[in-house]
């Protein structure tokens, strides 16, 4: 019998009164547990301290997690943000380097929201900071006054690309799916395929050709009430598919290493 596959789940740093702390949203890591089957383990944004080859020596797959926060935009060379953006270089300093290290070892990765954003600029890409201000893009941030369960409900139709790994995980050619970013893809990293786009063109769910391993990201939020949607749900069936795959393989000594 294999192993339930411990999943690191990334955390951004919050300042709560007088003391720091590192916290993950209770939506990621139960969908870890009950749709990827995995165990949800918790990594503090602790670069200075943790290695990423140490990190990722100890896992069968990583899920970077939607954020309050913006990656900051020296990061893809873009412009300041106004000041009232809210950042986590902790966050970045930990996780940009944590999914080039990854993705070379052959560890399998989503990136949702925010971690998507992550994927594409670790690799090179870069970002629309508003995608609202940003041409003919509609806007893509949710109904802030709106309950969450509206915030969090289908906004527009997404157009899943043939051949890619989303189209091969049996998502038909147009599916529905929230949308709570102001952020966005503007240059996509080079070796990356385009697995979606919205109805305005906006990159929307990417993967890294050539990668050994399962290696997604999307802007959307699949990890939402996972259970009740069949399109969310292969996703994170997929994912855990893979890390129960690298399971065995260290089970068996057999795991390539960074």
């Not at 995995?38 to 899920?63: K, R, V, Y």
């Not at 998507?116 to 609202?132: D, I």
Request: charged share 15%.
């Amino acid at each position: 019998m294999s192993r339930m596959p411990t999943i690191g789940v990334t955390a951004c740093t919050k300042q709560i009164g007088l003391h720091a702390f590192h916290i993950s949203g209770d939506k990621y890591v139960r969908a870890v547990a009950v749709a990827a089957k995995g165990l949800p383990l918790i990594l503090p944004s602790l670069a200075e301290l943790l290695d990423p080859a140490e990190i990722i020596d100890g896992l069968d797959g990583l899920l970077f997690t939607g954020s309050p926060s913006n990656i900051e935009p020296h990061h893809y060379q873009g412009p300041a943000d106004g000041p009232d953006t809210p950042h986590d270089p902790q966050r970045d300093h930990t996780t940009l380097p944590l999914l080039r290290a990854a993705v070379a070892a052959g560890v399998p990765v989503l990136g949702i929201c925010r971690g998507f954003q992550e994927l594409n600029v670790a690799f090179g890409g870069s970002l629309h900071q508003k995608v609202h201000e940003a041409g003919t893009f509609m806007d893509h941030r949710e109904p802030s006054n709106e309950p969450v369960e509206v915030q969090y409900a289908p906004s527009h139709t997404l157009w899943v690309q043939p051949g890619g790994v989303l189209a091969s995980l049996g998502l038909a050619s147009e599916i529905q799916v929230n949308s709570i970013h102001g952020q966005g893809i503007a240059r996509l990293a080079p070796g990356f395929r385009i697995e979606a786009v919205a109805p305005d063109g906006l990159i929307e769910a990417v993967s890294i050709e050539g990668s050994t391993a399962f290696a997604l990201g999307v802007q959307w939020h699949p990890e939402w009430q996972v259970m009740s949607n069949p399109d969310y749900l292969a996703i994170f069936r997929a994912f855990g598919d893979a890390c129960r795959k690298r399971a065995i393989q260290r089970a068996a000594g057999a795991a390539p290493r960074a």
